[in-house]
């Protein structure tokens, strides 16, 4: 069950059997069933999720009770509500399960040994926390400057499979548009 976790840190930091030994006796396996949530808006964020299987997203809820998508994460990714896990304070964030999936959590205090004792851990978590900020970056940038299909574009040159994965009007709220924006662009891109 931790090939694609092992995969993401050789990928990024080449590491010793005996550190990514000691990285996975860290991990604690779950599974999620399609709709269970790892995390819901008033609770504590007490552990990140990698997944190994499956497709997971978070969202906040506004004030009329609609959905607005922040992350899609699929397999080899991260997931979690970081503000909630280093400040220990409630979550705004649900992070809900769109397939059933299989998820290595590691929680606040085995996080914070594998930082202080696993040195390629450290390296390789700066890495994804560099490359999560550049990504963050480019959203915000193409959320101001891209139109909508610029942005339905890049989204599906970036993540082949959403299309058959997440349902349209999920993908809809996090490009900010409505679901019958992204139907039209959809038709119309189709046609050409």
């Known amino acids: 069950m931790f090939e694609l976790l092992i995969k993401s840190i050789q990928d990024k930091v080449p590491s010793t059997e005996e550190e990514l030994h000691l990285c996975k006796t860290h991990f604690t396996p779950k599974r999620l069933r399609r709709k269970q949530f790892l995390l819901q808006e008033g609770d504590v964020c007490n552990r990140m999720a990698f997944i190994e299987k499956g497709a997971l997203y978070s969202y906040t809820t506004d004030a009329k009770g609609g959905q607005r998508v922040m992350q899609f994460a699929f397999e080899g990714f991260w997931i979690s509500d970081l503000y909630s896990f ?20 590691l929680d606040h205090e085995q996080h914070d040994y594998l930082l202080k004792n696993v040195r390629q851990y450290e390296t390789y978590i700066r890495i994804l926390y560099q490359n999560a900020y550049v990504a963050l970056q480019q959203r915000i940038e193409g959320t101001l400057g891209l139109t909508a299909e610029e942005k339905y574009s ?10 058959n994965r997440v349902p349209q009007h999920l993908i809809a709220s996090y490009l900010g548009i409505t679901p019958e924006t992204l139907s039209r662009i959809r038709k119309q891109m189709a046609s050409r």
């Open 86 to 105: 280093f400040t220990r304070e409630e979550s705004k964030l649900n992070i809900e399960a769109l397939e059933d999936c299989e998820l290595l959590l």
């Open 154 to 163: 890049h989204l599906v040159e970036q993540y082949a499979t959403i299309v």
